[in-house]
């Protein structure tokens, strides 16, 4: 079915720049298609729950139009494969409810700006910085092709391994859920880019609760990359642990946790040493978010936030130090994992984006839009969950650089201090300018050594004084998936990379009320 | 939007079509079309912006069947859902992935059978907001934009400002058949709007915002010019140590611990699994004996009240948590069903579930997805209506600061989460706006934005109550379908970290 994608992209490429060019005062117009083919199952306790498959499409316009300013408007629906005789009038309709909405808002804005002397002035006529016009066609990478893949097999796997961490004495509950994905996307633009994407997706959810001396523990973890079905059975993904194997590890985490005491929190600050799996998080909370340009230039204030590396043009840390000499971050689609890809949903192919680098703050992600305000080039960082969706900036794959240190020697050298391992949960502040992470584990360093474990403990720190405070990055990189990165308005769940080498750092170890 | 006249006609037509088909035991046919219509603003005096950045919307229609096939003495169900097509058609492709997906589920009892008919009466919906057009759309957003525009040029403060949020119309339309005997149709709209404002060199932060069933009675400028006038309010906001604090809880961080930890807590999927913070709960004290929580999804003034769930069961009210005691559950026909059935299930509740079958009404199985509740593309799972937490020996706000006498009120949170699983209770949020430091009772100053970190544990916040107020502010929490009406309740001994110093 995603051969769709390659037979239309021409007649769509014509008919959608015929009929675009055709409207009053149009300036620029692209479309989005996606079509995918989804199978899934899951069991529960060792019981089979369900399975299922599903193809769709959906497309979605944008239009720059107005006769004064220029202003947006877009479109997005899905359409089944039965609609693709007919995909050209669905679109065309598309087109002229995103070309009124954008005319009516260029209308609407040119009102305010005459209206309001002071407020008007910052209303500015759409533009987008130019970026290369793209023809391409990237091909998915996969061994074992979701497609080939029935959901009675996926079932079979999700029960066996729903069986057998049942079958591990204390374990109260689980629920395992796999799915595998094939995706087609094409992109075509009033400038003439016409690209064609393809993509696979699997992976394997794992949610267990364990009972033991300290009472009920609770964990949910995922393997997953961009890559087929290969990455459940062999454990072919930037893990490198396959469905059965990680689900018992996670299973066992949680029997020992369920066992462990609640961490209660440390007065001051305290030496923490962070693995990578927890440095997941971390880069996407403090490093990734606030280096979005939508943030940055405050789109998101009412939703997911803005950063606090930039007040205005005038007010901000480009250039200057946030970060100890030792951090270098980074955002690269080329990287493997759920944040790689060639092109963004606006035709810029996707750039390395140098964020920090020796504690300098150098680069945002951002879009051609964004790029154009903060009159830098596009670096492709535009993308949507599926097509339906306006794009948003986000992360490809966002990571600390790795150092050099032996992670061994990195705890060896303290005497006394904690080891926090795994991603759990962020809470963060609205400029991401201060968080708590928790983690999975954490353990107590005694003398160099990894001692007691704990449940519930966590990072707390203002993010500059965390990243100013690092002494040691090892040489241990090591990328994760992130499955459900949510931004925008409706909510895009969104699959990217993030990940790291071990750090270490000074900040408070939060732990539980104790109360 | 596909009509309510072809839902209806596709799912009266594929029930013949099934009906001829020897496999099948039963099955019940769901159909739905969706559509979410938004403005997003985006103002900033300081840098160059486009006002309203996305007027837009997405349209998504389609067939979800659920099918129990014959199987030598036994029975299997199947899933299986067609996106894009609503046709007699779509139903049997529908029905050929179910029969590819069967699985044999012990825990399914069947699909419900009738209910009572549905306390709403058809067309409780607004015509107007159901035929919402482009330009209509486009104004909305520029209207709320406006509100607070003018509020912030009346004061006249023009520097540093940034507004934000959007004006969202949700409309739905579904129709559901079923071998059991179930007809069910339905069509509902209603709009909000959600707006923020700063005034960024003071890091002032305010909020507003609107809920309507009526396009003609929505006023987003209403919005912008309440989320202006808190953000004129909340300037030069002054920074607190950590500690231990009495606190009044506003409407939406009341909401938002709801929505985030004591509703999935009451919700029947997550005691089955173990995992709910009131777990064995059930018949005791779970809070102060003032807090009485409900769900309503048939109230026909509330937004989302419908006809019916989508098992097609009318919909009606469950008493959550009655003077503090928990005597009820958030549940579908398939969670009710298996915990009845389920030897385990009296474990998990603390209760023997047999004698307490009206704790577990099937009010609440929708189908969620982005922000609506009628998604073809998956079973019914359980979602919140309309939460309404009504206090007994109610203060009044004023009076309540003056009880509290020194504290703080704790207008805006966000990222909150449960710190170590929902079981534990501790959760985590930082207060991001809207918030004010009480001294001697009275709002003495605002509270700097991002400054306070709460930590602490839900059962501590449930329990240690001061007082409560009879206000029912409505609250949509990001990413969620359900609307939570909420009073303030303030509390003490909760503990903040001091954060961003």
Redesign the interface.
């Known amino acids: 079915m995603l051969d769709v994608v390659s037979n239309i992209k021409n007649l769509v490429e014509e008919s959608f720049n015929a009929s675009a060019r055709s409207l009053q005062g149009c300036h620029y117009a692209d479309i989005r298609i996606d079509v995918s083919d989804m199978r899934w199952?899951s069991a529960e306790d060792g019981?089979?729950?369900?399975?299922?498959?599903?193809?769709?499409?959906?497309f979605g316009i944008r239009v720059i139009a107005g006769n004064g300013k220029k202003?947006?408007?877009?479109?997005?629906?899905?359409?089944?494969?039965?609609?693709l005789n007919n995909i050209n009038s669905l679109i065309k309709e598309g087109l002229v409810?995103a070309h009124?909405?954008?005319f009516?808002?260029s209308i609407?804005?040119e009102?305010?700006t005459s209206?309001?002397e002071?407020?008007g002035?910052?209303?500015?006529g759409?533009e987008l910085s130019p970026t290369d016009v793209n023809r391409d066609t990237v091909p998915a990478v996969c061994k074992t092709d979701p497609r080939t893949i029935?959901?009675?097999d996926i079932?079979l796997l999700a029960e066996d391994t729903s069986k057998r961490v049942k079958g591990l004495s204390g374990i109260?509950?689980n629920?395992i859920t796999v799915y595998t994905q094939s995706m087609g996307e094409l992109f075509a633009s009033t400038d003439g880019a016409l690209i064609d994407q393809y993509f696979t997706y699997t992976q394997g959810n794992v949610?267990v609760?364990a009972a033991g001396k300290e009472?009920?523990?609770?964990?949910y973890e995922y393997i997953g990359d961009q890559r087929g079905w290969e990455v459940i059975s062999e454990g072919v993904n930037v893990q490198g642990v396959n469905l059965l194997d990680f689900s018992k590890r996670v299973a066992e985490d949680a029997l020992a946790l369920s066992d462990a005491k609640?961490f209660r929190s440390t007065e001051k600050e305290v030496v923490v040493v962070t693995d990578p799996y927890f440095n997941t998080l971390l880069s996407h909370e403090i490093i990734g978010h606030p280096m979005e340009a939508d943030r940055v230039?405050?789109?998101?204030?009412?939703?997911a936030?803005r950063s606090w590396l930039f007040?205005?043009?005038n007010e901000n840390y480009l250039g200057k130090q946030v970060a100890s000499p030792l951090i270098t971050t980074y955002s690269d689609p080329s990287l493997p994992g759920y944040g790689h890809y060639v092109y963004d949903h606006e035709g810029t192919k996707g750039k390395k984006v140098m964020h920090i680098e020796r504690g300098i703050l150098k680069e945002f992600m951002n879009s051609r839009q964004t790029a154009s305000?903060l009159g830098v080039a596009p670096n492709g960082s535009y993308t949507a969950t599926d097509a339906?969706?306006?794009p948003l900036i986000r992360m490809s794959t966002t990571v600390f650089a790795p150092g050099t240190s032996d992670p061994k020697m990195i705890i060896g050298d303290i005497s006394d201090g904690y080891y926090l391992w795994g991603m759990?949960?962020?809470?963060?502040?609205?400029?991401r300018?201060?968080f708590?992470i928790?983690a999975i584990k954490t353990y107590k360093i005694h003398r160099g050594e990894i001692k007691e474990l704990y449940?519930?403990g966590?990072v707390?720190a203002?993010s500059m004084s965390f990243l100013m405070s690092v002494d040691a990055v090892g040489n241990d990189f090591k990328i994760y998936p992130i499955a459900n990165c949510?931004k925008g308005?409706?909510?895009q769940t969104k699959r990217l990379g993030n990940g790291g080498p071990t750090l270490r750092g000074r900040a408070r170890v939060?732990g539980?009320?104790g109360? | 939007m596909i009509s309510l006249d072809i839902l209806k006609k596709i799912a009266a037509d594929g029930l013949e079509y099934i009906r001829t088909q020897h496999d099948i035991l039963d099955a019940e046919i769901f159909i739905s079309s969706l559509s979410?219509l938004?403005c997003?603003?985006?103002?900033?005096?300081?840098?160059?912006?486009?006002?309203?950045?996305?007027?837009?919307?997405?349209?998504?229609?389609?067939i979800g069947v659920q099918v129990v096939f014959k199987e030598g003495n036994g029975k299997r169900t199947?899933?299986?859902?067609?996106?894009?097509?609503i046709s007699v058609?779509?139903i049997k492709d529908s029905i050929e992935?179910a029969r590819?997906?069967?699985?044999?589920?012990?825990?399914f009892y069947g699909l419900p059978a009738p209910s009572e008919p549905p306390l709403l009466q058809p067309e409780y919906h607004d015509k107007q907001l159901m035929n919402i057009?482009?330009?209509e759309?486009?104004?909305l957003g520029?209207r709320g934009?406006?509100g607070s525009?003018n509020t912030?040029?009346d004061h006249d403060i023009?520097e540093?400002?940034?507004v934000?949020?959007?004006i969202?119309i949700i409309q739905e339309r579904m129709a559901l058949s079923s071998t059991k005997g179930i007809m069910a149709w339905d069509e509902a709209a209603y709009a909000s709007a959600?707006?923020?404002t700063?005034i960024?060199s003071d890091n002032a932060k305010g909020s507003g915002w609107e809920i309507g069933m009526k396009l003609g009675s929505l006023a987003p400028e209403k919005a912008g010019k309440d989320a202006a006038m808190s953000a004129i309010n909340s300037r030069h906001g002054r920074r607190l140590p950590s500690g231990s604090y009495k606190l009044i809880l506003g409407p939406q961080p009341v909401a938002d611990l709801l929505g985030n930890i004591v509703l999935p807590s009451l919700t029947l999927s997550v005691v089955d699994?173990?995992?709910s913070t009131f777990?064995k709960k059930y018949g005791r004290m779970v809070s102060d004996r003032r807090i009485s929580i409900r769900d309503n999804g048939s109230m026909r003034e509330l937004p989302m009240s419908r006809r019916y769930t989508c098992e097609g069961l009318a919909t009606g009210q469950t008493e959550l948590i009655s003077n503090g005691v928990l005597v009820g559950y958030l549940s579908n026909n398939y969670y009710r069903n298996k915990v009845l059935n389920d030897p385990s299930a009296r474990d998990k509740i603390g209760a023997d579930t047999a004698s307490i079958e009206k704790a577990f009404l099937p009010h609440n199985g929708f189908r969620p997805g982005?922000?609506m509740m009628r998604n073809f593309?998956g079973?019914p799972s359980i979602v919140p209506t309309n939460v309404v937490v009504d206090a007994s020996e109610a203060i009044d706000p004023d009076d309540l600061i003056k009880v509290v006498g020194n504290g703080i009120y704790i207008g805006r949170i966000?990222?909150?989460?449960?710190?170590?699983?929902?079981?534990?209770g501790?959760f985590?949020?930082?207060v991001?706006?809207d918030s004010y430091i009480i001294e001697d009772g009275k709002i003495a100053a605002p509270l700097k934005?991002?400054s306070i970190?709460i930590?602490?544990?839900i059962h501590?916040l449930l329990n240690q109550v001061i007082g409560i107020t009879a206000i029912h502010k409505p609250v949509i929490l990001?990413?969620s379908p359900e609307v939570i009406y909420s009073p303030e309740i303030a509390v003490y001994d909760i503990?903040l970290?001091s954060?961003?110093?």
Request: some cysteine.
């Open positions: 199952a019981k089979p729950k369900g399975a299922g498959r599903d193809e769709c499409g959906s202003a947006p408007g877009y479109y997005g629906r899905i359409f089944s494969l039965k609609d409810h009124n909405r954008a009516a808002n609407k804005k009102r305010l209206t309001f002071r407020f002035k910052s209303l500015w759409t029935s959901p009675q079932l109260q509950f629920d949610y609760v009472g009920h523990q609770e964990l609640p230039l405050k789109y998101e204030t009412a939703y936030g007040r205005n043009f305000l339906s969706f306006v759990h949960t962020p809470s963060i502040s609205e400029s300018e201060n708590t928790s449940r519930g966590g707390s203002d949510g308005q409706p909510m939060s539980s009320s109360k | 979410h938004l997003r603003i985006n103002y900033t005096s300081h840098i160059p912006c486009n006002g309203i950045e996305e007027p837009k919307s997405t349209l998504s229609y389609g199947g899933f299986g859902n067609y996106t894009g097509d058609e779509g992935k590819l997906s069967v699985v044999e589920d012990p825990d057009g482009d330009e759309l486009v104004d520029w934009l406006t525009l912030l040029n023009s540093s400002v940034i934000g949020g959007d969202s959600s707006i923020t700063m960024e699994a173990a995992s777990l982005e922000s593309m079973r966000w990222y909150t989460y449960p710190i170590n699983g929902l079981l534990a501790d985590t949020c930082t991001i706006g934005p991002n970190r930590a602490d544990n501590n990001w990413g503990s970290h954060i961003g110093e």
